[in-house]
């Protein structure tokens, strides 16, 4: 009998820890792929700790999957084993609507299947992500990783990489365009590299002074400290385009206020507390937007993979043993790490002697 070595939360209170399960027969069409690296998400930590209040228990979080195909079900023609590949935060959708149609599978108006806290959609098991040593998953939802980058700093390209990556490039942003990133964490600083590559002009806000010249080495024109009134000021009326990626409440209004006429504020950011309803005037007169973004498509974040194999972007990361999960969830809580945490799943396995 398989077994799959993974680490879970068995409730909102509780420390991750190892919990094994049984990982389901290959289907005709699944690609069993060996996990090398996984990427820890902010959003892992929502839901361990049920912040969205919807978590199914126990729950293996991890959707920054980066692997090794191990084996692949007898009609499944898209992967070899021994190929390198990713799976995000989507393991299937309906596959019929008018949104995964037209390849927007994240906005499958039956709901995608999550990578975990996802119910399986022939046998309604939950589903398990990253955090272990294995994931079997269809094919249709398996990307291919560039074999120029790095493995461990792709990881975080299959959530951080993609979330950032569809509204720049939804919202056009490229030379000419003056783009501000909010927030340099694993997505923020992903959004500053991949802002940097298409060619537009970045401004990073932060709220860490500490970033500033991590912030301009990330590829960012100019860093400003958003807590500081003046700086905020200087920027005003300027940008066509802000993607917010701060992971709680606060006030947005001090960022509209930095949009041209038309300009749009994306939030990507999803906090345990909504944000207080912005000014309405701010909006109204400079016909200015809010709108939200949800990670990307399949064939969008294949996309964004080989723009990152073209242009050599991987995230920063600081690689950790699977045991140190829960110290990095309380120092992600302090924006303390620079700029991703990464598991090296090797760690998983030698913990369980597999
Ligand atoms: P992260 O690494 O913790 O980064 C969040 C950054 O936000 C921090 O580094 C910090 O940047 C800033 N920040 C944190 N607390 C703040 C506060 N109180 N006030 C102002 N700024 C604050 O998190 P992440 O993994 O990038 O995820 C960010 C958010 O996006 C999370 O809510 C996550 O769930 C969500 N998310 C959404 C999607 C989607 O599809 N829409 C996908 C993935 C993740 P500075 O130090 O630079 O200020
Ligand atoms: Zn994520
Ligand atoms: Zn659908």
Redesign the pocket.
């Known amino acids: 009998m398989k077994i799959t070595h993974a680490y879970a939360a068995q409730d909102a209170a509780s420390p991750l820890a190892p919990f094994d399960y049984q990982p389901r027969a290959l289907r005709h069409h699944d690609v069993e792929i060996e996990i090398l690296y996984c990427g820890?998400?902010?959003?892992?930590?929502?839901q361990a700790r049920n912040e969205w209040k919807n978590t199914l228990f126990p729950v293996v979080p991890g959707h920054e999957i980066v692997g090794r195909v191990l084996a692949v079900g007898d009609h499944a023609s898209k992967y070899r084993v021994g190929d390198l590949v990713g799976v995000g935060?989507m393991v299937d959708s309906c596959r019929t609507c008018p949104s995964c149609d037209e390849g927007l599978e994240?906005y499958c108006e039956n709901g995608f299947t999550g990578t975990y806290n996802g119910e399986d959609r022939e046998t309604g098991a939950i589903t398990y992500g990253g955090y272990a040593t294995n994931v079997v998953v269809h094919e249709d939802f398996v990307l291919k990783v560039p074999e120029n980058l790095d493995p461990a700093g792709a990881a975080p390209l299959l959530?951080?990489g993609?979330?950032t990556y569809?509204p720049l490039s939804h919202w056009g942003a490229g030379p000419g365009k003056k783009v501000g990133i909010?927030?340099?964490?694993?997505?923020?600083?992903?959004g500053v590299k991949i802002a940097h590559a298409m060619g537009a002009e970045v401004v990073?806000?932060?709220?860490?002074e500490?970033?500033i010249a991590d912030?301009k080495r990330l590829g960012a024109d100019q860093v400003v400290i958003?807590k500081d009134a003046e700086q905020m000021a200087a920027q005003a009326n300027s940008f066509d385009l802000i993607v917010n990626?701060?992971?709680?409440?606060?006030d947005l209004n001090p960022f509209i206020t930095l949009l041209k006429r038309e300009g749009t504020l994306v939030?990507?950011?999803?906090?345990?507390h909504d944000h207080p309803s912005p000014q309405v005037f701010n909006l109204i007169f400079k016909r200015r937007a809010i709108a939200?973004?949800?990670?990307?498509g399949i064939q969008e974040t294949q996309e964004m993979l080989d723009f990152c194999g073209k242009h050599n972007l991987v995230s920063d990361i600081e690689l950790i043993n699977m045991n140190q999960i829960n110290d990095a969830y309380e120092r992600?809580?302090k924006?303390d790490?620079k700029?991703?945490f990464v598991i090296d799943i090797d760690s998983l396995r030698q913990e369980a002697g597999a």
């Open positions: 820890v998400c902010h959003s892992d930590l929502h935060c994240q959530c951080a993609i979330t569809s909010v927030g340099l964490g694993g997505l923020g600083h992903m990073l806000f932060t709220t860490s500490s970033k912030g958003s990626t701060v992971a709680a409440q606060h939030l990507v950011g999803a906090p345990e939200g973004s949800l990670i990307g992600m809580l924006s790490v700029y991703r």
